[in-house]
T-cell receptor
Framework: QKEVEQNSGPLSVPEGAIASLNCTYSDRGSQSFFWYRQYSGKSPELIMFIYSNGDKEDGRFTAQLNKASQYVSLLIRDSQPSDSATYLCAVNTSGNQFYFGTGTSLTVIP | KAGVTQTPRYLIKTRGQQVTLSCSPISGHRSVSWYQQTPGQGLQFLFEYFSETQRNKGNFPGRFSGRQFSNSRSEMNVSTLELGDSALYLC?????????????FGEGSWLTVV
């Protein structure tokens, strides 16, 4: 079982819609969770991090964490073509090591 | 505050050669990690250094090695290059302060082995 699992997609949504990206993790002792965005040919850039159960909002982005279900999600509201990228979920495990999912490719259709 | 700096950005090497990549972390960050990214395998963890000591290591052959200097700058070396080593090599730094530890990536070094 992989430490972090994501649906690789591709996920396509129309412009203005909500994009929902999901991630599960295996280490129940994990403490912090991150979403990175990676444009083609570029390095990953941090979008958001979340430590506590519940929702965390930052502009059009909302991260959701459910530790009981070992589940993290990222919602992108009012999706824009510029949001088209690969989204990587990352988890800092109880051993203080980062694990990344394989990423979900998102395409926002104008 | 300057970000993570990696050099060189692009390089082409021949099979059998060796390569050294360099990384300067964000000022004040003492932890440096290296990742290999390929289209088929995604981001794969190579190793992490903290205060000049390798703290974690991924599942890569011994041809891949690294080190960290007293100023936190890090280098990674790949010897006897193989075609399959062609990848984007990413360096990431973090302050390594508790559960809020966040890693930030450099722009990467694109290695092509021919």
């Amino acid at each position: 079982q992989k430490e972090v699992e994501q649906n690789s997609g591709p996920l396509s949504v129309p412009e203005g819609a909500i994009a929902s990206l999901n991630c599960t993790y295996s280490d129940r002792g994990s403490q912090s969770f991150f979403w990175y965005r990676q444009y083609s040919g570029k390095s990953p850039e941090l979008i958001m991090f979340i430590y506590s159960n519940g929702d965390k909002e930052d502009g059009r982005f909302t991260a959701q964490l459910n530790k009981a279900s070992q589940y993290v999600s990222l919602l992108i509201r009012d999706s824009q073509p510029s949001d088209s990228a690969t989204y990587l979920c990352a988890v800092n495990t109880s051993g203080n090591q980062f694990y990344f999912g394989t990423g979900t490719s998102l395409t926002v259709i104008p | 505050k300057a970000g993570v700096t990696q050099t060189p950005r692009y390089l082409i090497k021949t099979r059998g050669q060796q390569v050294t990549l360099s990384c300067s972390p964000i000022s004040g960050h003492r932890s440096v990690s290296w990742y290999q990214q390929t289209p088929g395998q995604g981001l794969q963890f190579l190793f992490e250094y903290f205060s000049e000591t390798q703290r974690n290591k991924g599942n890569f052959p011994g041809r891949f090695s690294g080190r960290q200097f007293s100023n936190s700058r890090s280098e990674m070396n790949v010897s006897t290059l193989e075609l399959g080593d062609s990848a984007l090599y990413l360096c990431a730094s973090s302050s390594n302060r508790g559960a809020g530890n966040t890693i930030y990536f450099g722009e990467g070094s694109w290695l092509t082995v021919v």
